[in-house]
């Protein structure tokens, strides 16, 4: 879900663990920027599982992100959800509509990711 060219996790060898320290790296406006995010939780469920971030004070905005993947056993429909709540840091004022996109254009992404995972 984060393997997107533009957008990339590292180190994608950190395990989805509670205080699991991880970098979203992102390529924009023609250059790269690291966003620092710590796993704030994890929900492994039998039909549910996901993890929530908090974002570090290296990232450019602050607030949390939740990834989730669940399956209906009802009628066997599977739902990838990201649940984000954030504000924009200091930098990221300056550029706050900018940054809407890219929110928007990675949650797009995040879920065609998805479907090419489980195709």
């Known amino acids: 879900m984060f393997d997107l060219g533009w957008v990339q996790l590292f180190d994608k060898q950190t395990p989805i663990a509670d205080g699991a ?37 290296q990232h450019a905005e602050r607030g949390e992100e939740r990834f989730t ?18 504000q924009p840091g200091p930098m990221e004022r300056l550029g706050y509509p900018i940054a809407r996109r890219l929110q928007k254009r990675f949650a797009q992404d995040s879920m065609k990711a998805m479907k090419r995972a489980v195709s």
């Open 69 to 86: 993947v669940e399956w209906n056993r009802k009628d066997e429909t599977v739902w990838y959800d990201i649940l984000a709540a954030s």
């Open 21 to 57: 320290t991880v970098a979203v790296v992102v390529n924009h406006l023609g250059f790269w920027s690291m966003n620092a995010c710590r796993i704030v939780y994890v929900i492994d469920e039998p039909e549910r599982f996901g993890f929530a971030y908090g974002t570090l004070a």
